[in-house]
């Protein structure tokens, strides 16, 4: 079947969000956990000091918070955790004595905080196949918690994509001010919304055929003009289009700025990129100071929030995790 023709066959099919996790409401009471995915293509730009230290400012409010480090190469949240475990996702991945993701969940120094390590980077799990990707995203929805904030890797795999379209609302986007760290922001979320659209229409076809536009929004100019459609069958496939992207509510935090002006200008140029391009809708989470202490507390494995409290990193977190509405 061609693609248009495979298209027109599908235009009557509702558009929904796939999103299967609720908004924060309260501790214990929901049957799925709620989750936040911490992404931004670029490495390096703080995605797991982010992660870790929200984790545990959340935990400590009483919410079971599960960190899973979904970093399949070079994780190191249990070193920012100061912590060794004995489990980690290689194992989930190699089904060692059919092991489920929840017995990998190890405890940490903290009250209400578990950890899923990421993998070790030395077997055979950096690319998961499909069958193992669903499993991971199973795995998750079973996770015996309250949060699951997952910490993806730099760049744009589909492993990565595919956990992070598990909640079009709740993630978060970490960029730094730095024209790169931007680009490779846009870059993550572009491929997320494209692989959003190809899911949809469940075939390939789509995606390779989106990929020959450096936006959606060109997608949708040359949409109008293709003469393999009828008018008609244009303005759904327009409208499906729209409500697709317009799902995506990523929240934008800038870390490692050095005053909240900057910040609010880092975070304009990428919301007015992800707007104009990938007609998406992000709002701005905040932002993180650039400190010094970031690094001593990755030194001495102890997340700020805890060792140093008073600083301004902190209170930033503090206020991101308020905002999120996680009291
Ligand atoms: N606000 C900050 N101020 C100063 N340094 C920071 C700040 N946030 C992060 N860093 C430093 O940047 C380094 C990278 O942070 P982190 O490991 O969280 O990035 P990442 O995005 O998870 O990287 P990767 O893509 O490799 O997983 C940290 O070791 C930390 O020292
Ligand atoms: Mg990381």
């Known amino acids: ?27 214990s009471g929901g049957a799925l956990p709620h989750l936040l995915v911490v992404g931004g293509g670029k490495g390096g730009v703080g995605k797991t000091c982010f992660a870790v230290n929200v984790g545990v400012e959340i935990a400590r409010r009483g919410w079971r918070v599960v960190i899973l480090d979904a970093d399949l190469t070079c994780s190191n949240a249990e070193t920012m955790l100061g912590m060794r475990a004995d489990r980690r996702l290689d194992d989930f991945f190699e089904r060692k004595r ?30 998961p196949r499909y069958r193992q990707r669903d499993a991971l995203v199973q795995g998750i929805r079973a996770l015996d918690a309250d949060l699951v904030i997952i910490d993806l890797d730099a760049g744009a795999r589909l492993n990565s994509l595919d956990l992070y379209l598990q909640t079009l609302t709740h993630g978060v986007l970490i960029i ?45 100019e040359f949409m109008k003009t293709a003469d393999c459609f009828d008018r008609a069958t244009r303005k759904v496939i327009e409208r499906e289009l ?30 007015k990129h992800a707007r104009d391009h990938l007609l998406s809708r992000p709002e701005s989470l905040g932002f993180i100071y650039f400190d010094h202490a970031v690094s001593e507390a990755v030194n001495s494995g102890v997340p700020f929030v805890i060792g140093r409290p008073r600083l301004r990193v902190s209170g930033c977190v503090v206020d991101m995790a308020n905002r999120l509405g996680y009291f």
């Not at 079947?1 to 501790?27: D, H, I, K, N, Y």
């Open 1 to 27: 079947m061609s693609l248009g023709a495979f298209l027109m066959s599908t235009t009557t099919r509702q558009v929904v969000e796939t999103v299967g996790f609720s908004v924060p409401e309260s501790p």
């Open 98 to 127: 059919g092991v489920c993701l929840q017995e990998i969940a190890c405890e940490t120094p903290y009250e209400n905080l578990r950890l899923i390590p990421g993998a070790s980077g030395l077997l055979d799990a950096a690319n």
């Open 242 to 271: 729209l409500a697709l992207a317009r799902a995506f509510r990523p929240r934008i935090v800038v870390n490692k700025v050095q005053n909240a002006y900057e910040a609010q200008v880092a975070a304009q140029i990428m919301a």
């Open 176 to 220: 730094t001010p730095e024209r790169t760290s931007i680009d490779n922001a846009f870059k993550f979320l572009r491929a997320a919304v494209y692989r959003h659209i190809e899911r949809f229409y469940g075939v390939p076809e789509v995606g390779v055929l989106l990929k020959r536009h450096e936006s959606l929004r060109g997608f949708l």
